[in-house]
């Protein structure tokens, strides 16, 4: 809710707590504290009833500058708060004895100036406050009624009615198939009511394709109707209008809702009906509509659309529009800038600029419409490219003065945020934060979140788990975009779509929610900054503007390695949230800043290069989210790590072989625990199965467990009370654990990531999954380089799930594998390649070896598949080396050399998911072609290839690629280049990379 109400949402059981005896307050202070209470939770109601203003009618200037004045005093009295609260608890490490008894004298006088000072900072902020609503009060804030705004969002968005035949593009394929599902191939189904329901955001077109299909199939029914239904329908003026398009215009005075549906049904009851109902955003309200279409004998077909995934699922026959095509796209742009599909921008440079605005607009008809026609007004003028350019440059800026169309598109994209709950647009926005056309990770994104303080704990569920419900409920009101769809169903990441990019990036600016440092638009400093993100390249660095003050600033998150040495982390006093992961210029003697900043609640160093932390972490009381994975700790964690009690999650994946030290049961609160182990331990289990609130557990085992005669249980002795994820990985250890009755009773997901493994000792394949009784689905990873076992395998797994009370769901996840194969035996080993090339999921397949007898693979496959088939058609084959997953090596997806090898397929486009990768050298493998996607590729800073003629279009999109700094190129074919006078010519529209 913080976009909305500021800090006022924490603020308020901060107050309540300053009441509490323990700080004792003066009673003058108290009673202040208490009238703040009851100011702000009055202005609290103020600013939720702004935030409802229609987006017609949006509140009066003089009314978003009292609330915006309302949001700083809220920021300010938290942090007064926080200091008092953090510096009267004293210092957790005083020293014992005569030294601890001068100290504790001293803490008592410094307390008592604590006091003082804080009482002296509500004095003057209840000060501020009565003016702020005396003003309220003197303008009359709640009673100001906004100007409309331009025409209304409903006749913009409906214009698509009035669309000219010939200017549709790319709806013939979609609104056939739509045609199809209506309309039934036998008589029996052609009598039976059918309805589709389309589904995506704003500017898709879903308006624009229910009335092809509805033009197209209306002379076939007896009656038909198109309502639309917005979001504040009048129920009485939407049913007068069925009917009235229906035939009858005789209700006038009828104005019960009730008698009008009796009417619509006694109307349709004898009738073959095709009705739209567009634009539904409530399930309820499409409940009662529903009641008016009658279902008779006589095949009514009803379509609908909406933006929302779950009113369309509940309504029935789901139909997910997506976007046009590249080619469609193309031809949209061309008819609506040049009046004709087939011809194209007047010069390259135009022509090169269209390409960029096309790839921004992502396939989406209203975006194409709204830049082709500004650009119409420009299409034959000598300058016509540095027009366009300057169009291009807007899109996405989030800028206050850009074109009127743009604003407009965006006033239609908004509908949708602001049909938002408060929580949802604060979250929203905290997306702009990412570089455009980031790929986002949902854990990551989920415990920023919980860092940020937006996300509040629910019944029965934790933190995590609320903010995934979050997160899904974007996905299901089509704001952004799903990814990495897992074996649950469930999407890992997400991306945002260029043009929702662009309305929350101008949201976050206008109210100033966070601002953007480094990115490709340049964007005034704002009066007080309360959240920023730095986007500079890792050779560029930080370069802080002049005039910007930190004191204020609660959140710094850095991307793309953009730390500096300029950056003072020391000049955050009040900064909960700091995200430097992958800067590798973040070392050991940064630490003593960072572990001074007492406010912190989110700190993630993950791929620095600390190799200790100090004791000194016990200074981070408030510290919720600790993520220090990827690191090369050489020092297990200080005992000091005990005094965290508030931390809620700890990643310490690839860090250092922990030891689960004792006091590791004292973290109170932690929720989510990632862990890298030498070798699995009774010990340990028993510590980390006493974490009370532990409910997510990630265990990589590196070493296996020798010298074991019986196996690892895992038993009630080790409660585990509130797990309900748990997650065991490991390359090396046998497939030993085993699940005893009354083992995590509260489980419900579990995943094994164990092997590839070659000899057990227990081979009975006995894990006890039926002893977990709240389990509801197993992700199978376990790999068996023996094919008989393999199956025993996984019969074993499922009968163990069969004999589950709880009957849970055996999943096999997708696995990104890395296979060096025996091929040597075969005398014609580009047959093993071709053979290998046809597997399923297969990414690439080279052969290696001086002797040419290896063979590398690469993709999300199965083994047994390519072990088999290479078997019956190549020679025998035998795995040499083991699997390996990109996520558990990242130096993998840092540094890929593919060099020397002989690949015969270009690249996959599932290269733009390496969006960590740094290095690449392709030389002497394959003649590259330089695709599209390698402009993603938003790390790499080093690039080594092999071309066959140097083209323009390659330097296009490697002068793109952003932090590129080292370039080798190797022609082959300098006879047949064609470039004249053997001289390529770069120029800034080649790309955007200064630094190569």
Not at 240 to 252: A, P, V
Not at 313 to 335: A, E, T
Not at 964 to 990: A, D, K, M, P
């Amino acid at each position: 809710m913080e976009v909305v109400t500021g800090a006022i949402g924490s603020l308020l059981p901060k107050l309540g707590n300053l009441l509490k005896e323990e700080y004792d307050l003066q009673k003058r202070v108290r009673g202040e504290i208490m009238f703040l209470e009851t100011e702000l939770e009055s202005m609290e109601a103020a600013l939720l009833k702004i935030s409802q203003a229609p987006i017609d009618h949006p509140p009066d200037s003089q009314v978003k500058l009292w609330a915006r004045d309302v949001r700083d005093l809220s920021y300010e009295l938290e942090d007064s708060i926080d200091k008092f609260m953090v510096r009267i608890d004293g210092d957790p490490n005083r020293p014992q004895g005569f030294k601890g008894f001068i100290d504790r004298c001293i803490t008592l006088l410094t307390r008592a100036n604590i006091r003082h000072k804080i009482g002296t900072e509500v004095k003057d902020i209840k000060k501020r406050i009565g003016e702020v609503s005396k003003r309220r009060d003197r303008y009359k804030v709640d009673n100001i009624i906004a100007k409309r705004i331009g025409p209304t969002i409903d006749s913009l968005r409906l214009s698509a009615l009035y669309t000219k035949a010939t200017q549709l593009i790319g709806t013939d394929e979609k609104s056939q198939y739509i045609i199809k599902k209506l309309m039934g191939a036998d008589d029996e189904s052609d009598k039976q009511m059918k309805i589709v329901s389309i589904v995506g955001f704003g500017g898709l077109g879903k308006t624009t394709l229910a009335n092809v299909v509805y033009q197209k199939l209306k002379e076939k029914f007896d009656c038909a109707a198109f309502v639309s239904v917005s979001q504040n329908p009048n129920m009485e003026k939407i049913f007068k209008n069925l009917l009235g398009q229906l035939g009858n215009n005789n209700c006038d005075g009828v104005n019960d809702e009730g008698r009008l549906i009796e009417k619509i049904r006694e109307l349709l009851e004898t009738k073959r009906y095709i009705i739209v109902i567009d634009d539904i955003w409530d399930i309820r309200v499409w409940e009662i509509i529903k009641r008016a279409l009658i279902e008779n004998e006589y095949g009514g077909r009803i379509i609908t659309t909406t933006r929302i995934l779950d009113v369309a699922k509940q309504v029935g026959g789901d139909y997910k529009l997506r976007p046009l095509s590249s080619v469609d796209s193309r031809k949209l742009f061309n008819q609506r800038t040049f009046g004709v599909q087939d011809r194209y921008p007047p010069n390259q440079r135009a022509l090169d600029i269209s390409e960029q605005i096309l790839r921004k607009c992502g396939g989406v008809p209203l975006a194409i419409i709204t830049i082709a026609s500004m650009l119409a007004s420009k299409k034959e003028e000598e300058y016509t490219h540095q027009y366009w350019s300057l169009v291009y440059e807007s899109m996405g800026s989030g800028l206050e003065n850009s074109y009127d169309a743009l604003k407009d598109m965006r006033r239609i994209l908004s509908v949708s945020y602001y049909d938002l709950p408060a929580h949802l647009k604060t979250c929203l926005l905290y997306l702009s934060l990412y570089p455009e056309d980031y790929k986002i990770k949902i854990k990551e994104l989920v415990w920023r979140w919980v860092g940020e303080g937006f996300i509040h704990a629910k019944q029965g569920k934790s933190l995590y788990e609320v903010g995934e419900d979050y997160f899904h409920e974007l996905i299901n009101k089509s704001l952004i975009q799903p990814l990495d769809i897992d074996g649950g169903n469930m999407a890992m990441s997400c991306r945002i779509h260029d043009m929702v990019f662009d309305l929350i990036t101008f949201l976050s600016i206008e109210e100033n929610f966070q601002t953007p440092i480094g990115g490709q638009q340049p964007v005034l400093t704002p009066r007080k900054i309360r959240r920023v993100s730095f986007h500079a390249s890792e050779h560029k660095g930080i370069r802080q503007p002049s005039n910007m003050s930190l004191s204020h600033v609660r959140s710094v998150i850095v991307f793309n390695q953009a730390f500096s040495p300029l950056l003072e982390i020391s000049a955050f006093p009040v900064l909960r949230v700091l995200d430097v992961s992958g800067c590798e210029q973040v070392k050991n003697h940064h630490c003593k800043d960072i572990f001074s900043l007492l406010h912190l609640r989110y700190l993630r160093l993950q791929g620095t290069s600390i190799t200790e932390i100090p004791k000194e972490i016990g200074n981070l009381r408030f510290l919720q989210v600790l993520d220090i994975s990827e690191t090369d700790l050489v020092k297990q964690l200080p005992s000091t790590f005990s005094l965290l009690t508030k931390l809620v999650l700890l990643d310490m994946l690839n860090s250092i072989l922990c030891e689960v030290p004792r006091w590791m049961s004292s973290l109170l609160s932690l929720s989510s625990l990632s862990i890298t182990l030498g070798t699995l331990r009774d010990e340990y289990i028993q510590v980390l199965g006493s974490i009370p609130s532990l409910n997510e557990l990630f265990i990589q085992v590196e070493k296996p467990m020798q010298g074991r005669n019986k196996r690892f249980v895992i038993d009630g002795a080790s409660p585990f009370p509130c797990l309900r994820r748990f997650t065991i990985r490991s390359c090396h250890t046998e497939m030993d654990l085993l699940f005893a009755h009354g083992a995590m009773e509260n489980l419900q997901k579990l995943e094994l990531q164990l092997g590839p493994l070659k000899t057990t000792e227990f081979v009975d394949f006995d894990f006890g999954m039926e002893n977990l009784s709240s389990l509801e689905y197993v992700s199978n990873g376990m790999i068996y380089y023996d094919e008989q076992r393999q199956q025993a395998l996984d019969t074993a797994v499922q009968k163990a799930l069969d004999m589950n009370p709880n009957k849970p769901k055996m999943i096999r996840p997708e696995i990104e594998m890395v296979l060096k194969l025996d091929v040597g035996s075969s005398k014609d080993p580009m047959r093993a390649i071709k053979v290998a090339s046809g597997i399923t999921g297969m990414k690439s397949a080279t052969i290696l070896g001086t002797d040419r007898n290896l063979l590398l693979v690469i993709g999300n496959i199965d083994w047994t598949d390519i072990i088999q088939k290479l078997r019956q058609n190549v020679c025998c084959t035998e795995v040499l080396e083991d699997m390996i997953h990109f996520e558990r090596k990242p130096n993998l997806s840092k540094k890929l050399d593919i060099s020397q090898a002989e690949l015969v397929k270009q690249v996959p486009s599932t290269f733009v998911q390496l969006t960590e990768l740094m290095l690449l050298d392709m030389l002497n493998n394959i003649v590259c072609e330089v695709p599209t996607l390698m402009s993603s590729l938003s790390s790499m800073s080093s690039l080594s290839i092999t071309v066959g003629t140097l083209r323009d279009e390659y330097i296009q999109v490697l002068g793109s690629i952003p932090s590129l700094s080292e370039l080798y190129i190797q022609e082959i074919n300098y006879q047949e280049s064609q470039i004249r006078n053997g001289v390529i010519i770069c120029t800034r529209s080649h790309g955007k990379s200064p630094e190569t």
